[in-house]
């Protein structure tokens, strides 16, 4: 297999860095910032402008299935780039408007377009495979104006892992033809006989067309103005219809992201800001939410991990199952869909396992990357069996629980066979394909698993948060197995949760260091690290109350707490870098996954505390949009939180997260056999006076509910209640 960033290395750290597999580099500053817009299978990376690959190096580009389809379409004005006044993304995420304007044109040293005369607005769509853009040029000045307006465009049909800096010693074949007067076909014979084509259409057809380069005369009148389309097409096919109109399909796009934010309550606060995140995350989370055979999945992140990523989709199906759970039955019926059958070292494939990653590009087709479908994670199984069973206590859908029980058996049992090859009852991984992920927790990065001296931790990896993970997934089961009428396998399930419970404190917990080791690693010594894993493991439930409380607090002192959220891991750790990718970074998924733990423990003022931290770092970024990832150094007065350069922006789980958090402050739970929705121990972060939730729902019916601040505690208000909803404030 073909390493990224495979060159000639001038010294051992460039050597070390190069053979990292999957090392997403961060070549260079991106001197505009990127927009994007995803539907289905389909993305784009646009810069400000709306441009693509005018900054050159970058991620820009249309892609679909793991293919970057266009490379370059970029838009001139007699030769030169034109001037930024907006450029925004709709609330939804549907659209890209950008507002430009020409520079001062000059023509033998005489000024014959002065700035500012033009408008040009972009207006730019993705659907059904197609990228629709609309160009509309209008003269406010108060003469004519005689222009040409370019568009240059190309594709290099690149894989999305070429992208991130792989090299290849062999490509397919690219050609391009002019195949009318107003269109043009890129096309790309892949090495694995997959013809991939770019079909670029233009109307009204250009004054002059080449096989890179559309031209337009355009003569303004004052107050004229010109409205050109632009449609560029993914496909696997020389010949087809030409794509639907501008409008017809702009609407289409429009209803459809209205269509798919329907189901999920409504949350509405005092704090507008707030209410801007939220609508932020309900977007993205509708955006990244893609239609399979089986229903919603949501892709994990854009640019890099727009596809099926099993932990990603659970997780973010945990985070939302409160508001919306037709989320967790669509991940949980594609993932049965896609559970491993048989052993397939090459995939690290193993009987009843549940998938990591599903790539659908030319690398993955020919083998030169292993995820066509790969299973190396260790923590997507029991997360699996976990949602299955917090689906059941979320909607009482028994029918459907009956179908996934197969699966879930299957899943059981290879957490008790393959999952555990050494017989000790711990979970572990080790990669069976030299060619896949070195560690597969969710701190997957090459260096992340580590001892406290910084030498890292050679495999079999049992990590800490693993354990809890199977821990609730067998607590959840017996529950599903015993509302099924499988008795003696509730039993059974019950007694080994409850078996691991008493283990996982022998092995795990170091006084030294006061929390839960990281990992045990193949000789089964502890590492001995401080880190947010931990804190997932009260998420499970699994930790002794006494030893929970210890960790709550570390996780709250400066070590871990930045300001903007907990890191990774402790500031005194070896491995520590605000910078790394998982050895110091703050990631908002991570955060709220903690939160729920300490909700389960009832520690309400840690949650308001990582809460807080969430939402101001939320109120420094773009859009309002929380990133995969950010740095992990401490806030100061009058800063914002330090960006990481290559993080997914938007990513599900971070956009998840905040719902999270409120389920985690408010306590919701739901018994709908009961119809019956309660609040447990609710309380609300000190940047919230109020929230309203509507159309909250249990089984059938919905409610809305208030609850606002009042003296030193919460009131609540039921709003409406369109059933025989009981809605109860428990308190502990």
């Not at 879930?408 to 000790?424: N, Q, S, Y």
């Not at 399930?493 to 996982?504: C, G, I, K, N, T």
């Not at 089964?524 to 931990?534: D, F, L, T, W, Y």
Request: aromatic share 8%.
């Amino acid at each position: 297999m073909h390493r990224p960033n495979k060159q000639e290395p001038t010294d051992p750290l460039i050597e070390q860095i190069a053979e990292v597999p999957f090392y997403i580099p961060a070549t260079g500053p991106s001197t505009r910032p990127r927009r994007n817009l995803k539907n289905d299978d389909c993305f784009a990376i646009f810069d400000s402008h709306g441009d693509i690959g005018a900054t050159p190096g970058g991620a820009d580009g249309l892609y679909c299935r793991d293919t970057r389809f266009l490379g370059l379409l970029e838009l001139q004005l007699n030769g030169s780039q034109l001037l930024l006044l907006g450029s925004n993304v709709r609330d939804d995420n549907a659209l890209l408007t950008v507002d430009l304007t020409n520079p001062d044109i000059y023509f033998e040293q005489k000024l014959v377009l002065p700035k500012d005369t033009l408008h040009i607005i972009r207006t730019i769509f993705l659907w059904n495979n197609t990228c629709y853009q609309r160009l509309r040029v209008q003269n406010h000045g108060d003469r004519p104006v005689n222009c040409v307006l370019g568009l240059s465009f190309s594709s290099d049909f690149a894989d999305l892992f070429e992208v991130r800096g792989m090299r290849r010693e062999r490509r397919g074949s690219a050609t391009t033809e002019i195949i009318a007067p107003g269109q043009v076909l890129l096309n790309y014979l892949g090495l694995d006989s997959t013809l991939r084509c770019t079909a670029l259409t233009f109307e009204p057809s250009p004054g002059r067309l080449s096989t890179g380069m559309a031209s337009y005369q355009l003569a303004l009148a004052p107050g004229a103005f010109e409205t050109i389309d632009i449609a560029v097409e993914c496909r696997e096919s020389e010949r087809a219809p030409v794509p639907p109109p501008f409008r017809r399909s702009m609407r289409a796009a429009l209803q459809a992201r209205k269509t798919a934010s329907r189901g999920q309550s409504a949350i509405t606060t005092s704090n507008a800001i707030f209410n801007e995140m939220l609508c932020r995350c309900t977007s993205d989370l509708a955006m990244l939410v893609t239609q399979t055979e089986h229903g919603p999945y949501p892709y994990a992140g854009i640019p890099w991990y727009s596809t099926t990523f099993g932990r990603d989709g659970i997780i973010t199906a945990i985070q939302t199952l409160w508001c919306r759970p037709d989320i967790a039955r669509g991940v949980l019926r594609h993932l049965a869909a896609l559970q491993a059958d048989h052993f397939d070292p090459q995939a690290d494939a193993e009987p009843g396992k549940i998938l990591h990653e599903m790539r659908n590009g030319e690398m993955a087709h020919l083998g030169e990357v292993p995820f066509r479908r790969y299973y190396g994670s260790v923590d997507s199984t029991p997360l699996f069996v976990l949602l299955a069973g917090l689906y059941l206590d979320r909607t009482g859908d028994l029918a459907q629980l009956g179908e996934l029980w197969p699966n879930i058996e299957r899943a059981i049992a290879w957490i008790d066979g393959p999952g555990d090859p050494d017989g000790d009852g711990f979970v572990e991984y080790h990669r069976a394909n030299d060619d896949g992920l070195i560690n597969q927790g969710w701190k997957d990065s090459h260096d992340s698993i580590f001892h406290a001296d910084g030498t890292t931790a050679a495999g079999p990896i049992a990590l800490c948060e693993v354990q809890g993970y199977v821990y609730a997934a067998k607590a959840t089961a017996a529950n599903v197995a015993r509302r099924l009428g499988h008795h003696d396998m509730a039993d059974r399930l019950a007694l080994s949760a409850e078996d691991l419970r008493v283990r996982f404190e022998d092995a795990f917990w170091c006084d030294d260091i006061g929390s839960y080791a990281l990992a045990l690693d193949g000789q089964k010594r502890p590492c001995r690290v401080r880190s947010s894993n931990a804190g997932q493991v009260l998420l499970s439930g699994i930790a002794s109350p006494a030893r929970a409380e210890l960790v709550a607090q570390q996780l709250l002192r400066p070590a871990f707490f930045s300001g903007w959220g907990i890191r990774t891991i402790a500031r005194e750790e070896a491995r520590y870098n605000p910078m790394s990718y998982h050895n110091g970074s703050i990631w908002p998924h991570d955060n709220s996954l903690i939160a729920a733990g300490f909700a389960r423990y009832g520690y309400k003022n840690a949650i308001m505390r990582v809460f807080g931290g969430l939402f101001d770092a939320a109120v420094y970024m773009d859009l309002r949009r929380l990133p995969e990832l950010y740095c992990g150094f401490q806030r100061s007065r009058g800063r914002g939180p330090t960006l990481y350069p290559v993080a997914c922006s938007p990513q599900a789980w971070a956009a998840g997260a905040p719902f999270l958090m409120i389920q985690a402050a408010l306590g919701i739970e739901f018994d709908p056999e009961r119809n019956e929705i309660s609040l447990r121990d609710p309380v609300l972060p000190p940047f919230i006076d109020e929230i309203v939730l509507r159309d909250l729902r249990v089984g059938a019916f919905g409610v809305d509910i208030a609850i606002h601040r009042q003296d030193s505690g919460v009131a609540i208000r039921l709003l409406r209640n369109e059933g025989h909803v009981r809605v109860a404030v428990l308190f502990s």
